[in-house]
């Protein structure tokens, strides 16, 4: 059950958030949750997170370790804060900053280097999904931005289908769409890596998850757990999110 913040909130309201969150989660059983604030929140996230079981992820990263990079931030830098955990290519990334599959890839290997679990994310716009192109472009964007990992890297991996036109639109995705997509990249994994990987890999779904979707979503086979974004930011829609 993970959480993506984006560009929201400070230091002071990330121990806000986690002061209210802890309780609601300290009974939590057979869970894993992972929150992922912007950079500058990482030490406090981790700090507030200590002893919790609750994992702290970052949203991005630089595919190098250090150099002249002005505003990057690179995976040692994260796995240094206490972080576990980092996005790679959330569509926002790739919608609004160019953000490519061959980018994504490098990113992967680089969150593997620095000892960092990799979510990384696909999905299809609205347009392809009205193109009937949908499983066209999920199978593109694993082919080039993940199935080039080898088997053990790959071990290591969450993948995340979030529909594009189904993040901050308050538009989900049905179950039945969603598991359709997940079945897509779950044999692409398969035909790449075999049976094991196909059924181990965790697959997440991201787009208007909310309190009320949340139970559907979870009863479809292929779906592992949630990417949360708006939701998120509260702990009582969080919190009710991971106790689904
Ligand atoms: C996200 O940011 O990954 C996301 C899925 O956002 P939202 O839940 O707000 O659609």
Not at 207 to 230: F, H, R, W, Y
Request: hydrophobic share 40%.
């Amino acid at each position: 059950m993970a959480g993506n913040w984006k560009m929201y909130k400070t230091p002071d309201e990330t121990r806000d958030f986690f002061e209210e969150f802890r309780p609601l989660v300290a009974e939590t059983e057979g869970r894993d949750i992972v929150i992922c604030p912007p950079f500058v929140n990482l030490p406090a996230a981790t700090a507030s997170a200590r002893g919790t079981g609750i994992h702290i992820g970052a949203q991005n990263l630089h595919w190098a370790k250090e150099g002249a990079f002005t505003g990057e931030i690179s995976g040692p830098m994260i796995r240094a804060t206490g972080a576990t955990h980092v996005i790679i290519g959330h569509s926002e990334r790739r919608q609004y900053f160019g953000e490519t599959d061959e980018g994504v890839l490098k990113k992967t290997i680089a969150a593997l280097e620095a000892g960092l679990t990799p979510i990384v994310c696909v999905g299809e716009r609205l347009e392809h999904r009205e193109a009937g192109l949908m499983e066209t472009v999920l199978c593109e964007q694993c082919a080039q931005g993940i199935l080039g990992l080898d088997p053990q890297q790959f071990a290591h991996l969450v993948i995340a289908y979030e529909p594009v036109w189904a993040i901050g639109t308050g538009r989900t995705a049905t179950p039945e769409i969603a598991a359709e997509a997940h079945g897509v990249i779950r044999r692409e994994v398969r035909a790449r890596y075999g049976p094991d990987a196909g059924a181990r890999v965790r697959i997440l779904y991201g787009g208007s998850v909310t309190p009320q979707n949340v139970q559907a979503l979870m009863a479809e086979k292929d779906i592992d757990g949630v990417l949360v974004g708006g939701k998120s930011l509260d702990p009582a829609s969080f919190g009710a999110i991971v106790n689904f």
